[in-house]
């Protein structure tokens, strides 16, 4: 007969002894104490998925109500803010507006593409198309940014720069969920 004996050994195999030592391993668990450490709390260590995702969300959320305001209160009304307002004035708000909301989508739709395009039914068959298609919207969104760039330099910059921080956390901490 070949087949093993009880303790796992052919017959007629000599059994090696091995020394066994009980070893008792602890393992300390930082949320079963009860007062958490004050400097894991302040310098981003302690941070769970659960808590960076929700950062990240808060960042998405801040940049997105940022570039809504920056569209309505710097393009549209036309306010002065030190850093953000253009340094001329805009001839053509209109002109400026629509530019900078098409800026802002074509960025969106690069960003959503490239993360997380290949999870959608279209790229599903070959999800590195996902990556070229973003390609060709980034690119022709350059071409836009270029064509303008005289007129609404700083508008642009500020919507694509906003837009773009602002998609990234969005779709990291949304795929950090999965």
């Known amino acids: 007969m070949d087949d093993l004996d009880i303790d ?7 059994i090696e002894e091995e020394s066994l030592e009980k070893v008792v391993r602890r393992e300390s668990n930082s949320s079963s104490s009860s007062e ?3 400097t894991d709390d302040w310098n981003g260590d302690s941070l769970d998925g659960d808590s960076q995702r929700g950062m ?5 959320g801040a940049g997105y109500g940022a570039l809504v305001v920056y569209l309505v209160l710097v393009i549209s009304q036309g306010m ?4 953000l307002s253009p340094d ?3 001839d053509h708000i209109n002109g400026a507006l629509s530019t900078s909301i098409l800026i802002s989508a074509m960025v969106f739709v690069t960003i959503w593409v490239f993360m997380s395009g290949k999870n959608h039914s279209f790229f599903t068959e070959d999800p590195d198309k996902a990556k070229f298609w973003a390609g060709i919207i980034g690119l022709v969104s350059l071409v836009i940014i ?4 005289d007129k609404y330099e700083t508008v642009m910059t500020v919507s694509a720069l906003l837009t773009s921080v602002s998609t990234w956390a ?6 950090m969920k999965s």
Do not use: D, F, M
């Open 8 to 14: 796992e050994t052919l017959p007629g195999q000599k």
């Open 36 to 38: 958490p450490s004050s």
């Open 146 to 149: 270029a064509t303008s760039w």
């Open 80 to 83: 002065k803010i030190p850093v």
């Open 56 to 60: 990240l969300y808060l960042v998405a």
């Open 88 to 90: 001329t004035n805009i």
């Open 170 to 175: 969005y779709l990291r901490s949304s795929q």
